[in-house]
């Protein structure tokens, strides 16, 4: 179904919720979360303790991983992989697969911002990424990373904006 023709006949029926409104929204289900006891061990996923998912832990953690099937997507070293994502050439065997080959820079921020979205320290991920002391202090002065380099609510919210400081600084 084509969205942006839903939203023009029904413009009133579609509208996203104001900024505001949105942050109040996830922020409580944040909350509501932690009140029954799980925890959020990612930015966009919560588990009851000792069963986060680990399916995608490698990605999330800059590990080489390995991705089977239509499209998907492996990592070796500074290189990646990513499968053909035309069904009649994957299902006849003609996998064309991509590579690219990333730079060091390009790993390290790879790394950096698929460490932000963990709530672990990422300050190896961040001291490669930015060797710049006033910036990391200005993001904790700020509220936006604890002391120990995690994200806080705020931070979380602001995860690619973070991100984006951070590697363009």
């Not at 996203?16 to 990612?42: C, N, R, V």
Request: proline content about 2%; glycine content about 4%.
């Amino acid at each position: 179904i084509n969205n942006d023709y839903l939203i023009e006949k029904n413009p009133n029926q579609y509208r996203l919720p104001k900024e505001d409104l949105s942050i109040s929204m996830l922020t409580s289900a944040w909350e509501s979360l932690k009140k029954f006891g799980y925890e959020q061990y990612e930015i966009s996923n919560f588990a009851k303790p000792n069963k986060f998912c680990r399916h995608n832990q490698d990605f999330w953690d800059g590990k080489d991983y390995l991705g089977f099937g239509l499209g998907a997507s492996s990592k070796k070293d500074r290189q990646i992989m990513t499968n053909c994502t035309n069904f009649n050439n994957y299902l006849n065997n003609e996998n064309h697969q991509t590579i690219e080959n990333l730079t060091y820079t390009e790993d390290c921020n790879m790394k950096l911002f698929t460490s932000l979205r963990l709530n672990k320290p990422f300050k190896e991920s961040l001291l490669l990424a930015t060797k710049s002391e006033a910036i990391k202090n200005d993001l904790i002065k700020n509220e936006l990373v604890t002391d120990n380099y995690t994200l806080t609510t705020k931070g979380k919210l602001l995860h690619n904006q973070i991100y984006d400081i951070l590697v363009n600084n």
